[in-house]
């Protein structure tokens, strides 16, 4: 069965330091990938996506991501991050079958001054 | 930036009573997903849709929730009783198409109070 796991609850960072938010996903066919953010009291916004092609994929506001098949993994990083950042963070796949699409449970990302 | 409008914004019902949501899919986005995000950031899909026609929900949408895409209209989700654990940010999203390459755009939700 599809899932998504992100095992980071929350992060920490200092504003200017490097970010990465760790995803590993678990899907038998070709895994279309997703990151999103959450802002508080607001909806899901999309940050990049992957489904073929270079494994690495820029998104938006200096955000990228790789994809890594031998490790099921799908790392969000950002070389230096804002204090604007802080949200939280969701990595999904979206299956083929019926073309729901699967949420990990999320990292607060806390940017602190 | 997502273009899909949800409204209200913030709906608070008592139990047993009706809670009446709609969505308006971006322009051009015949599929349209419904999903309930918890306090806990848990999501569970609830239903979707392309154009007017349903196709796939959940048990729990088929007995306590009625959904509908009617042409030229929003759609609507609307939990007939409402219950305590219904208190959730229901969350609307549209793509244009079923390919699973094609993003989901979600809308800002509607976050629901059962007292």
Known sequence: ?113 | NSKVIQTPRYLVKGQGQKAKMRCIPEKGHPVVFWYQQNKNNEFKFLINFQNQEVLQQIDMTEKRFSAECPSNSPCSLEIQSSEAGDSALYLCASSLSRASQNTLYFGAGTRLSVL
């Not at chain 1, 599809?2 to 929350?10: C, L």
């Not at chain 1, 760790?22 to 607001?42: D, E």
């Not at chain 1, 799908?74 to 963070?89: G, N």
């Open chain 1, 1 to 113: 069965a599809q899932s998504v796991t992100q095992p980071d609850a929350r992060v920490t960072v200092s504003e200017g330091a490097s970010l990465q938010l760790r995803c590993k996903y678990s899907y038998s066919g070709t895994p279309y990938l997703f990151w999103y953010v959450q802002y508080p009291r607001q909806g899901l916004q999309l940050l990049l996506k992957y489904y073929s092609g270079d494994p690495v994929v820029q998104g938006v506001n200096g955000f990228e991501a790789e994809f890594i098949k031998s490790n099921s993994s799908f790392h969000l990083r950002k070389a230096s991050v804002h204090w604007s950042d802080s949200a939280v963070y969701f990595c999904a796949v979206r299956e083929n079958s019926n073309n729901r699409i699967f949420f990990g449970d999320g990292t607060q990302l806390v940017v602190k001054p």
